[in-house]
C-alpha cells in the first residue's frame, strides 16, 4: 500500500488549502483513512478520521474549520482546510487505518508541509 500526500504550502491566516491523498495498492473502500500532522517541535497528532461508510471524526483543534472527505472512485483521500491559523503549520500526513473508524493507522503517507504566516 502507498500513499502520497499532496496539497500543501504557504497561505496567510485565514486562508484554506486542500490537501489530497492518492491510494494505491489497497482495496481502499473497505478501511479507515485518517489525516495526522507534526508541527515544529512536536509530536505527530491526529487531525480527523473517515470510516469506510463516510462517518467522520475530528480533532477538537480543527473541528469546524477544517472537513476530511473520501472519493472511493477515484481511490483520493481529501482534508479541506479553512480559516486556517499560525499554529495549523505543521507537515501533515495521511494514513490507511484499520477497519473501524477510530483503528489505528497501518500505512502511512509521505507528508506534505502545510505554513501559515500571519
Known amino acids: 500500500v502507498q500513499l ?19 491510494v494505491s495498492g489497497s482495496t481502499f473502500s473497505n478501511y479507515a483513512l485518517g489525516w495526522h500532522r507534526q508541527g515544529p517541535g512536536k509530536r505527530r497528532e491526529w487531525v ?11 480533532a477538537s483543534a480543527v473541528k469546524g474549520r477544517f472537513t476530511i472527505s473520501r472519493d ?18 505543521a507537515v501533515y500526513y495521511c494514513s490507511e487505518n484499520g477497519y473501524e473508524l477510530r483503528s489505528p ?3 502511512w503517507g509521505q507528508g506534505t508541509l502545510v ?3 500571519s
Open 72 to 89: 472511493n472512485a477515484k481511490k483520493m483521500l481529501y482534508l479541506q482546510m479553512n480559516s486556517l491559523k499560525p499554529e495549523d503549520t
Open 48 to 58: 480527523a478520521s473517515i470510516g469506510s461508510d463516510g462517518r467522520t471524526n475530528h
Open 105 to 107: 493507522p497501518h500505512y
Open 115 to 117: 505554513t501559515v504566516s
Open 4 to 22: 502520497q500526500a499532496s496539497g500543501g504550502g504557504l497561505v496567510q491566516a485565514g486562508g484554506s488549502l486542500r490537501l489530497s491523498c492518492a
